[in-house]
């Protein structure tokens, strides 16, 4: 089946995603930039979360473009992964409203984990219902996907310890995934286009366009 409506309802629960942790951003109780002291944590908190929204989205972007088609497995190890991310503006408001207590930095950590775990589920099950000669295939060797949940899970530890460590360590993580990783836009690069010479099928000869003021050569049956 085709991939455009699971690529659309995606972005639409994204885009919700978003505009939920923006709700949840309260008015200055004051005129002065004073008034902004109080809502900084919140507001620093909704920067990390939308950062990670953000790489989430650009990444299923990519993973889409490059998917072919798409099976039932595929639809649910999709929403798998929506079901986690649609869980961040809770975390990001408990972690904002409590940024020195340990259990919503670990929440938020496990929260990372586990759509990280689900995103690479997704990917996988991708792989599967394409087979070995996908275009995904060729993507292989990722180093960010696999130290990622080394440092959420070394960041859950810490929450409890020294919870600003495991800040810093989400914050690493995401700086980390604003690297563009242009794997996939190459494999996409190099994949032959409908208009592509190449792309003709087998015993099809590639027709060219009349040369300016020519007239077209008429071929026999």
Known sequence: ?????LAAFSDGVIAII????????????????????????????????FIYVGIYWNNHHHLLAATERVNGAVL???MHLLFWLSLVPLSTAWMGEHRSASAPTATYGVLL????????????????????????????????????PVFYTLAIVLAFVRPWLADG????????????????ERVLSDSPGEGDASAAPTGAAAVSPPEPGTAPRRTRS
Request: aromatic share 6%; hydrophobic share 55%; glycine share 8%.
């Open 18 to 49: 978003i505009t939920i942790m923006v709700l949840e951003l309260r008015v200055p109780q004051g005129g002065d930039l004073a008034a902004l002291r109080p809502l900084l944590p919140v507001l620093l908190g909704y920067v990390l979360s």
């Open 113 to 148: 984990l586990a759509a990280s775990l689900a995103y690479w589920l997704l990917q996988r099950t991708i792989l599967a219902a394409q087979g070995p000669e996908s275009r995904l295939a060729a993507v292989k060797g990722d180093i960010k996907g696999k130290l990622s």
């Open 1 to 5: 089946m085709g991939k455009e409506r």
């Open 76 to 78: 649910w190890a999709n």
């Open 169 to 184: 360590l989400y914050v690493l993580v995401a700086l980390m995934w604003l690297i563009p990783d242009r794997r996939i």
